[in-house]
């Protein structure tokens, strides 16, 4: 187990009901099968991240295969050796499932998200191991990952970098210029392009790969899915929701996936 004390920063080990720290902080472990290491002075409102609908419909939408156009290049740009790997913002599992899925079986997987929700529903679905926890402290040892993805989440690039183990490598997925821009067209005027993936501090980028592939929404609730799981999407009036869920959407998926190495290791 590489998680660690979120109190403390202590090895954590496992016991009968949860697990626990030298210093005597102890973490019951869900029913569910999942951690809560996230200490309440972390937390910044009472139920952090995306919110159980959002993730309801973010679940429903990846099931239906619609983001799985990114799999191919998360596949050629995670190696196939990674012992351990850990995602970021992980919501409901998908990815972090479908990462596992790529590594050998004996291999370490974790997925860590601030809100508890998506945390609950990826351990109740899925074998890999889940952490209630904040990306900008992150609950794992020091220079104990191969591999750290992000996948449209937040990070804070000292805690990468502290976690990150030497030769390891960060992959950021960002949406890239037309990402969902049929939809964005709909909503604004003016429609800003996505920002390009950002410098990363103490991180050099090492390789970049864009998936882009058409979105064919039928008509419905999985339409509904995907309106509900965009937030930029609840700016829309509501006959304009109501008509695109009648009508079915057809727009594109635009991402930029980004290999980071640290610094020291170019
Ligand atoms: C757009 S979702 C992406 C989820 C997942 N990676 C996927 O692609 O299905 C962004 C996720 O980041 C999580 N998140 C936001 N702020 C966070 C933070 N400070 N620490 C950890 N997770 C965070 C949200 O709760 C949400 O699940
Ligand atoms: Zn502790």
Redesign the pocket.
């Known amino acids: 187990m590489h998680f660690i004390c979120p109190l403390c920063h202590c090895g954590l080990v496992e016991n009968t009901s949860g697990v626990s720290c030298a210093s005597g902080h102890h973490f019951d472990r869900a029913k569910e099968g999942y951690l809560n290491l996230l200490p309440v002075q972390h937390k910044n409102s009472l139920a952090?991240?995306?919110a159980k609908a959002q993730?309801v419909a973010?679940r429903q939408f990846?099931n239906a295969g619609f983001?799985s156009g990114l799999l191919p290049d998360l596949q050629t740009l995670v190696p196939a050796s990674t012992q351990r790997l850990l995602?970021?913002?992980?919501?409901?599992g998908?990815?972090t499932h479908a990462l596992a899925g790529l590594l050998p079986k004996d291999a370490s997987v974790y997925g860590?998200?601030?809100?508890r929700d998506?945390v609950r529903m990826a351990a109740k679905a899925y074998g890999e191991s889940y952490a209630v926890?904040?990306?900008?402290a992150l609950p794992l040892a020091t220079a104990s990952m191969d591999v750290i993805t992000r996948?449209?989440?937040?990070s804070d690039a000292s805690e990468l970098k502290r976690v990150l183990a030497p030769g390891g490598r960060v992959i950021v997925?960002t949406p890239a210029e037309e990402h969902l821009l049929g939809l964005r067209q709909r909503i604004y005027k003016v429609v800003r392009p996505h920002p390009e993936p950002g410098l990363l501090e103490g991180f050099t980028s090492v390789e970049q790969q864009r998936a882009s592939f058409p979105l064919n929404i039928p008509a419905g609730e999985l339409s509904a899915a995907l309106l509900k799981m965009t937030p930029f999407a609840w700016k829309m009036d509501e006959s304009l929701q109501q008509q695109l869920i009648a009508t079915g959407i057809q727009d594109s998926a635009d991402f930029y996936i980004t290999v980071y190495v640290g610094e020291s290791a170019q």
């Open positions: 952090p991240g995306d993730l973010r990846l983001f995602d970021i913002g992980c919501g409901e998908y990815f860590i998200d601030i809100a998506g926890a904040s990306a900008y996948i449209y989440a937040p997925v």
